[in-house]
């Protein structure tokens, strides 16, 4: 079997680190896997099981003999640096935002819509983390029943704001359990100033992404268009996004209106079949038991009336939202 030539750009992020552990796990036929990032983290070295590598500083040419680059930076990176990689004639699987509503490029999720791949796609986007685990539930429901309208919520935890994100969490509960109310009031992490704009211990924020002018967030207007784009069909859509105090996972109550009369039993049955949901009404799938799983955990599914079904969902969004649908990306893209 070919093995590939692979390159994580921002491998010491939250994502990054994901996908190197899982091409690892998932075994990928690689040969070697790079690792770029900023300045600041030339020389570190990254271990997993037996694999190492030492991270280099991303360069115009970092890509040069190249097969396949998961881009798990920022937009403004993935601008930068993704032409650099297509002029090698790699084949990119990028996780920002950047390049998801351009015409030309598909967001892909491989268990959801693998038609919309063919093998002369050079740049594959990754959906949104919540989109993912949305539509991974989404897509089986319309094929039993037309949708007409889906109005979704989301607790998503810190993680989705990345590694700095975490351990900000961590600084500011500790710091509000022991009175320093001071120091839990504003971000330990500068950095972090634009992404995070209110405590996030012990509160939940009724803002993710950015807030737009007409009052919806950056990161609901990406689950309404992202969705749309991926299942290519055009039902109503609301999102509300609300940022939870919790380390991984992120969670979704979702209220789906079909155009017919629907059968529950049969919509459980048929959700069952699917390789990539699990679900369980037993053991209640939390945060703490769905973390480090690569499945959307669906549970609570109930009738609202005859043609409205509501439940609730929970994934890892750094695996099922970014890194294991990148790399299901790369499996669908070399034939295996
Ligand atoms: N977290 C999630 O749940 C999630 C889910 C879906 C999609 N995404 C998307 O995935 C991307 C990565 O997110 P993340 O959560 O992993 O963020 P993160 O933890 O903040 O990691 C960012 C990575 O980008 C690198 N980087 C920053 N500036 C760079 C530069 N100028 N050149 C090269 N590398 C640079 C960082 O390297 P240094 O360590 O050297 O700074 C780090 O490796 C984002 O676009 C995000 O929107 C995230």
């Excluded at 996780?95 to 892909?108: A, G, T």
């Excluded at 429901?141 to 700095?164: E, N, R």
């Excluded at 807030?211 to 309404?224: G, V």
Aim: hydrophobic content about 40%; proline content about 3%.
């Amino acid at each position: 079997m070919k093995k590939y030539e692979i390159a994580i750009v921002g491998v010491t992020g939250a994502v990054g680190l994901q996908v190197f552990k899982w091409l690892i796990d998932l075994k990928f036929p690689f040969s070697n896997i790079y690792g770029y990032a900023s300045k600041k983290s030339v020389g570190r070295n990254i271990h997993y099981k037996k694999y190492s590598l030492t991270v280099k500083e991303l360069k115009e040419n970092s890509f040069k003999g190249i097969d396949i680059c998961f881009f798990c930076s920022n937009e403004m990176v993935s601008k930068k640096y993704v032409p650099y990689a297509l002029k090698e004639k790699c084949l990119v699987i990028d996780n920002s935002s950047y390049f998801r509503m351009f015409d030309d490029v598909p967001i892909i999720i491989p268990s959801v819509n693998k038609e919309q791949y063919h093998k002369d796609l050079h740049l594959i986007a990754n959906p949104n983390c919540a989109t993912s685990i949305l539509c991974s539930v989404l897509k089986p429901l319309s094929d039993l029943y037309p949708i007409d309208k889906v109005i979704v919520s989301t607790y998503q935890s810190i993680s989705g704001l990345g590694l700095k994100a975490i351990e900000e969490l961590k600084y500011q509960s500790i710091a509000t359990l022991e009175g320093k109310h001071e120091l839990a009031n504003k971000n330990h992490f500068e950095s972090l100033n634009d992404k995070l704009k209110y405590k996030i211990a012990f509160n939940c924020l009724p803002i993710v992404g950015t807030m737009l002018e007409n009052n919806w967030t950056s990161e609901e207007i990406k689950i309404i268009k992202e969705t749309k784009k991926i299942l290519n069909q055009d039902f109503k859509i609301i999102a509300n996004c609300i940022r939870v105090p919790t380390f991984c996972c992120h969670g979704e109550t979702v209220v789906v209106e079909f155009k017919e009369n629907i059968d529950v039993d049969n919509i459980i049955k048929y959700l069952k079949k699917q390789k990539e949901l699990k679900l369980n009404n037993k053991i209640l799938p939390v945060n703490s038991n769905c973390f480090n799983r690569l499945e959307v955990f669906v549970s609570r599914i109930r009738k609202v009336d005859d043609k409205t079904l509501t439940f609730y969902l929970l994934s890892d969004n750094l695996l099922k939202g970014a890194a294991t649908n990148a790399i299901d990306i790369a499996f669908l893209a070399i034939g295996a």
